[in-house]
């Protein structure tokens, strides 16, 4: 009988422990007052603020924040999204936007494309760079493009491309700031525009004006 008296004060004691926690958890001190958004929010700041006004008043304890995190990535242009919950009534949230890696023409306007080809914003809605600009007809065309600036990403010439575009279906012409054209196709091996790129050096270190340089066959053309 003792025994079972004693099971019955420990069943009671947990109880009232557990509601006396339910009733602390729930005061209006844990209810969310300020959300603090850090990182250059230059292209989300309006979607990021409207999303995160949505916790305002709800129990901190409540906020699921992986979700939340999972919405805002949801956005093209949100590359990482973090959300930690500060006690007791704080959110904080870091945003890391994408950054341009190259710039794409279509028709009459301009837009940012990430590394993965994705195009996620106008030109005048990021700071402008010196990055490599594709001209496009259609977004289906980029992904042909990358792969030959993925190519001679990290060499000098990556630095000298001014544009890119598939001038045929039997060649992609990119062109130098200096207005040279290099004339190339996917088939071309990255180890060929290593050895472009020196012809390049030494017909400019000997003041040789150069119109174009065609790759793509086994004898180099110059002219």
């Known amino acids: 009988m003792k025994v079972f008296f004693k099971i019955i004060l420990l069943f009671l004691f947990a109880a009232a422990f ?15 007052e300020k959300v603090f958004i850090f990182g250059d929010i230059n292209l989300t700041q309006r979607e990021v603020k409207k999303q ?7 129990y901190i304890w409540d906020i699921d924040s992986k979700a939340i995190e999972g919405i805002l990535k949801e956005d093209i242009r949100i590359e990482n999204a973090k959300v930690k919950k500060i006690l007791p009534d704080e959110i904080k949230i870091e945003i890391k936007e994408k950054d341009p890696s190259y ?3 279509y028709k009459d306007r ?18 402008v760079r010196d990055l490599p600009l594709l001209l496009i ?32 279906k039997w060649c992609i012409n990119f062109v130098l700031f200096d207005g040279t054209i290099v004339k190339t196709d996917n088939s ?6 290593e050895v472009a790129e020196r ?16 790759i793509r066959f086994s004898d180099y053309i110059v002219k």
């Open 18 to 32: 557990f509601y006396m926690d339910q009733i602390f958890l729930q005061r209006d001190i844990f209810r969310v």
């Open 52 to 58: 995160m006004g949505t916790v305002i008043g709800e």
């Open 103 to 105: 710039y794409a023409q």
């Open 110 to 127: 301009v837009y940012t494309v990430d590394e993965s080809g994705k195009i996620f914003a106008y030109l005048e809605e990021t700071p």
């Open 137 to 168: 007809k259609k977004e289906e065309q980029i992904p042909e493009l990358l792969k030959i600036l993925k190519k001679i990403k990290g060499k000098k010439i990556e630095k000298l491309i001014s544009q890119i575009y598939i001038y045929n």
């Open 188 to 193: 071309v091996e990255e180890k060929k525009y």
């Open 199 to 214: 012809l390049y050096s030494e017909l400019k270190l000997n003041h040789n004006d150069l119109e174009y340089m065609d």
